[in-house]
Each structure stands twice: as structure tokens, then as C-alpha cells.
């Protein structure tokens, strides 16, 4: 039994092509009988061809299968350029020498072609041991997680990492390493043609887990919530699906929906130090000062914020970080402190900023805003327990005395810190103009004078010469 292989073009054939050559001289007792008469005729040699151990006929020549063969490999060359086929079956033929052929060999170059099964020589890329497709060689499935690698870092890095060249200066981001999450093998089968994957079909197949393509033409008066409904997804699964759709977007009629979820068949990871330089906030401290006034502040020392320079190792699986830790820390910059001086001082003459009720209880009878057709400019304060009008923070009486105006007896108090207060409406004041009045020190008495409808206290409040709303400080 002797090997053969097959040369068509650039087709090569490997397949199991064994010829077994019997040659034997057959002696009949013709010849013994009859010596004239067997010199009178001539031998003739044939080959009876099996395939499969199927007789299918006999060749006056070897060649003739050899043909045959070649015919049915070139016959699917010309659909699958440049792969490697090779005829799977087992074709042989024994040689017989005959005074009378029966041989026919178009017949038998015939059965060849239509019997004869042809694969191709193939790499199976296997994940995790399991089979998953099969490109043209290994040079294609080395291809295929090149792609597949590159859609997470550039060219450049991929051959850094292959040639393990250091491509960073000092301070700058590198990639450390890519590689499969999986187990990734290749190995060499034999398979029909059609089963061979190109490149780009194998990257999709191991990149979203399928081939299939499902698109939803939108239709009028449908909505995302409607369509995710439809094919057993939520609306979170479908927007991820659809780069750009928003859940309150407005869909087109015939606008195509992607509606086929992947699951990737790989991972890369890529393992990344990243540097990053990150401010360091400042401290604030305060120092207090008694000899300087209550409510006031200096700023002694300005604040800074520093710099501090962090190399991280950052890991990704296809596009997303899942761990990232800080390797190295150096500080750049040092932060300057704010210092903040404080005064605790009190003066009677200038107010805390912080104001006390200016009567003995009572309750507000009517509220700042437009009261009967105008303005009420401040509070009214009626029922208290005793009629005595406080000074509601320390401050320098302004004026006291009678307010032409419909505010009667009227006391306006200056706190030295931009406040102003106003009392009005007392039965008597006692308190003078240029007099510093103690928070919570009596000022007068509470009455009705001026334009006034009962006993009560008109109680104003102005910050910088603008009318404020008495009830937001207490």
C-alpha cells in the first residue's frame, strides 16, 4: 500500500490515496494446452479502484485516479480560494493483468468526483478546551486575537508588550500587559470548508458569542419599553444594545433596533500603570484673638492646596476597570495652611450678630408685607408678659424721641456691624441719642402712640440699609 499526495495549482492534496499494487500473471490452463495459441494474444494491465473499500470500477491507468482526484479538489478551489484541501477518503486499486479490459475510465473518473469528499485543512481555536470555530491556518487565529486585543490598546502598545520593550518615559501611562482571560488554544483539523470562519466573523463570534444579526424595524406609535418587551429584553438591555437611543428618545419609523444580546466568548485583560497628579487640600486653622472684636476675622496666612503625583495599577477586562490600586505616592508640592485669626472680644457698642427678642414674650400680631394697601415694613409685637422694650444686640443709639412719620415714640440703634434696629410706637423711651445700649438692656416701654391700633412693638430690622425680614433672625 503506497501513500499519495496530489499537487492542483495551489491546491494540495494529502487525503488518504493508497494504491495496492498486485501484480500477478495469470496462468490458465489454456495456455498449458494450447502454447500457440496463448502467444498469439497479448496482456493488457488494469487497476480495479476501491474507495472506501467500494468497488467502483477499473483504470488502464493509476493516473487516471490521480486526475480524478485532483478534478474534485479543484472543483471546491474554486469556491474556497487558498485553503488547504485534501480528498478524506480512501481510494485504492489493484492491477490485474487481463487478456481482455473491461476497463472504462470516464466512468470511473466520474464516480471519483461525485464520491469523493473534500475538506479542508483547518485551525480549530478552542476556549477553555471547549471547540468554538475554525479559521484557515494559524496565522489567521493569531489574526483573530490580534483584532480582538486591539480594540483595547493601540498597535503601538501590543508590539511593546510582544517585543517587552519599555515605551514610557518616568511619569507616563503604559499598558504592562494584554493578555486572554481564557485558556486559548489552536490545533490543526480537517473539516468541511464551509465550517472555516474568516477573520472578521471569527472576531465577532468570539467577541459577542453569536453571528446573528436580529434587527427590529421600528413601526408607527411604538416605544422603546414596547420593543425591549417584545423580544424578552428590558429597556436597560436594549439602550446597551443600541449606541445612542436614549429611553426618551424619539424613534423613526423603520429605524433598525439592534435585539440580540452578546455575551463576549473572550476577555482581554489589560493591565495598565496610570499616573495622575492629584490636589492635596489645604488645612484651615484658627487662632482666637480677645483683643480683637466679636464677628471679625483676618486672615493671617493664605491657603494652598499641594500636589501629590500617584502611579495607580489599573486592570481592565474588555474596556472596564475592575481593580485599580495605588503602587507609588510622591509628594510635589507641599499644602500652605490657611490661618485664620478670630476676634472674642465684646464690645457693648457693636453688636454679636445675633439678635435677642425685644420684649418679654408676647407673640408677632402681624408679620412684614403688604398690609392694607401698603408696605409693613417690620413686625408687630403684642401681648408680652411685661411692657419693657429690650435692645435686641449692642449697638449706639441713633435717635430717640417723636417720629412724625406714624411711628410715635421711635428708637433707631446702630450695632456697628451693619445692622440697624428700629422700635417704635413706645409710651416712653429711656435711652438718649449717642448712647451704647447693652444686648438685652431695657430701652423703653411698650405702648399705642403714633399710628398705632393697640399696645404693641414696631420692630424693624435693616442690614446694610436694606430692609430685612425681623422673623429670619430669631
Request: charged content about 30%.
Amino acid at each position: 500500500m503506497i501513500g499519495k499526495s496530489y499537487q492542483q495549482g495551489s491546491v494540495r492534496s494529502s487525503g488518504l490515496l493508497k494504491i495496492f499494487f498486485i501484480i500477478g500473471l495469470l496462468l490458465t490452463s489454456f495456455i498449458l494446452v494450447a502454447p500457440n495459441a496463448f502467444a498469439a494474444l497479448k496482456l493488457e494491465t488494469i487497476y480495479h479502484v476501491y474507495m472506501d473499500d467500494v468497488y467502483i470500477g477499473a483504470v488502464t491507468e493509476e493516473e487516471v485516479v490521480e486526475q480524478a482526484a485532483d478534478r474534485a479538489i479543484a472543483k471546491v478551489n474554486e469556491k474556497y480560494k487558498d485553503y488547504d484541501l485534501q480528498i478524506e477518503n480512501e481510494i485504492t486499486y489493484i492491477s490485474e493483468q487481463v487478456f481482455r479490459s473491461n476497463a472504462d475510465n470516464d466512468a470511473v473518473s466520474k464516480q471519483i468526483e461525485d464520491m469523493a469528499t473534500v475538506k479542508a485543512v483547518a485551525t480549530l481555536i478552542t476556549v477553555d478546551e471547549k471547540p468554538i470555530t475554525y479559521v484557515k491556518d494559524q496565522s489567521e487565529a493569531e489574526s483573530v486575537l490580534k483584532k480582538i486585543k486591539l480594540n483595547y490598546v493601540t498597535d503601538k502598545e501590543l508590539k511593546a508588550i510582544e517585543s517587552k520593550k519599555k515605551t514610557e518615559e518616568k511619569d507616563e501611562n503604559r499598558v504592562v500587559d494584554v493578555r486572554m482571560k481564557e485558556d486559548i488554544h489552536f490545533k490543526e483539523e480537517a473539516v468541511q470548508p464551509k465550517q472555516v470562519l474568516t477573520v472578521d466573523k471569527a472576531v465577532k463570534l468570539l467577541q459577542e458569542g453569536t453571528l446573528e444579526d436580529k434587527k427590529h424595524k421600528v413601526k408607527e406609535g411604538e416605544a422603546i419599553e414596547r420593543i425591549a418587551a417584545s423580544y424578552d429584553l428590558t429597556t436597560k438591555e436594549i439602550l446597551k444594545l443600541n449606541e445612542g437611543l436614549t429611553a426618551d428618545g424619539i424613534l423613526q419609523i423603520g429605524q433598525e433596533i439592534n435585539t440580540v444580546v452578546t455575551e463576549p466568548l473572550v476577555h482581554v485583560v489589560v493591565e495598565r500603570e496610570m499616573y495622575e497628579e492629584e490636589a492635596v487640600p489645604f488645612e484651615r486653622e484658627v487662632i482666637e484673638d480677645s483683643s480683637m472684636p466679636k464677628g471679625d476675622t483676618k486672615e493671617k496666612q493664605t491657603g494652598k492646596n499641594g500636589t501629590s503625583g500617584f502611579t495607580y495599577k489599573v486592570i481592565e477586562q474588555n474596556g472596564e476597570q475592575t481593580s485599580k490600586k495605588t503602587i507609588k505616592e510622591e509628594t510635589i508640592e507641599k499644602p500652605v495652611k490657611q490661618i485664620v485669626v478670630k476676634g472674642t472680644k465684646v464690645i457693648p457698642s457693636r453688636g454679636t450678630g445675633k439678635f435677642t427678642w425685644p420684649a418679654n414674650g408676647g407673640y408677632v400680631s402681624s408679620k412684614m408685607g403688604m398690609r392694607w394697601g401698603k408696605l409693613h415694613k417690620g413686625i408687630d409685637i403684642a401681648g408680652p408678659s411685661n411692657y419693657t422694650i429690650k435692645a435686641a444686640d449692642h449697638g449706639i443709639v441713633v435717635s430717640a424721641g417723636w417720629n412724625n412719620g406714624g411711628y410715635g415714640n421711635k428708637i433707631v440703634i446702630d450695632h456697628q456691624n451693619g445692622y440697624q434696629t428700629i422700635y417704635a410706637h413706645l409710651k416712653s423711651i429711656s435711652v438718649s441719642a449717642g448712647q451704647k445700649v447693652e444686648k438685652g438692656s431695657a430701652i423703653g416701654i411698650m405702648g399705642s402712640t403714633g399710628d398705632s391700633t393697640g399696645i404693641h412693638l414696631h420692630f424693624e430690622v435693616y442690614k446694610n440699609g436694606s430692609m430685612q425680614n425681623p422673623l429670619n433672625y430669631f
